[in-house]
T-cell receptor
Framework: AQSVTQLGSHVSVSEGALVLLRCNYS??????LFWYVQYPNQGLQLLLK??????LVKGINGFEAEFKKSETSFHLTKPSAHMSDAAEYFC???????????????FGQGTILTVHP | KAGVTQTPRYLIKTRGQQVTLSCSPI?????VSWYQQTPGQGLQFLFE???????NKGNFPGRFSGRQFSNSRSEMNVSTLELGDSALYLC????????????FGQGTRLTVV
């Protein structure tokens, strides 16, 4: 069975500092990996995704993530935090193994990012 | 293209009642999936419909059901509401058979009193 672990339910950084949100996954087949952001009382917005190809993926708002198969990780980074980055971030996994594996995302528990001025 | 539309945005129901939530996917998308989000359990997959057929189902009781219409719009029904059903219900729309990317609606906030 697939699972996702996000290390740290809360991360606090200063404005302008590096943002690093950690995600590890467990999957028996090659995964598709995603990072979503959620603002209060809103839906989920896709930041970036990895399906195949280049392991370093760039997303919106200056975020990027690197798929490391050997470490089963997909950590999210941003070189310089902005106040508007304060939100909850979710790592998610799905996998392309056919049948009932389609259409289902498994999410981590989420990481709340706080940005201090 | 318009995004995923969920109605209503907010709902208050009494324990024991039933409720129906609606989701209109992005035009051309044939897959709709539903998720329940609560502070304690996080985001949990309910079920997914593709071309009017349920293709995948999460671990929820039979009180949770859904359907999809020929225009890909989907409804989710919860019968005999319990206090624990209070949650944000999110709908996601996906394109194509492999359904690799999910686009989410704003959600319906259900409160059971």
């Amino acid at each position: 069975a697939q699972s996702v672990t996000q290390l740290g339910s809360h991360v606090s950084v200063s404005e302008g500092a590096l943002v690093l949100l950690r995600c590890n996954y467990s999957s028996s087949v090659p995964p598709y990996l995603f990072w979503y952001v959620q603002y209060p009382n809103q839906g989920l917005q896709l930041l970036l995704k990895y399906t195949t190809g280049a392991t370093l993926v760039k997303g919106i708002n200056g975020f990027e993530a690197e798929f490391k198969k050997s470490e089963t990780s997909f950590h999210l980074t941003k070189p310089s935090a902005h106040m508007s980055d304060a939100a909850e971030y979710f790592c998610a996994v799905s996998f392309n193994a056919g049948g009932t594996s389609y259409g289902k995302l498994t999410f981590g528990q989420g990481t709340i990012l706080t940005v201090h001025p | 293209k318009a995004g995923v539309t969920q109605t209503p945005r907010y709902l208050i129901k009494t324990r024991g009642q039933q409720v129906t939530l609606s989701c209109s996917p992005i035009s051309g998308h044939r897959s709709v999936s539903w998720y329940q989000q609560t502070p304690g359990q996080g985001l949990q997959f309910l079920f997914e419909y593709f071309s009017e057929t349920q293709r995948n189902k999460g671990n929820f009781p039979g009180r949770f059901s859904g359907r999809q219409f020929s225009n890909s719009r989907s409804e989710m029904n919860v019968s005999t509401l319990e206090l624990g059903d209070s949650a944000l219900y999110l709908c996601a729309s996906m394109e194509g058979w492999t359904r690799t990317e999910a686009f989410f609606g704003q959600g319906t906030r259900l409160t059971v009193v």
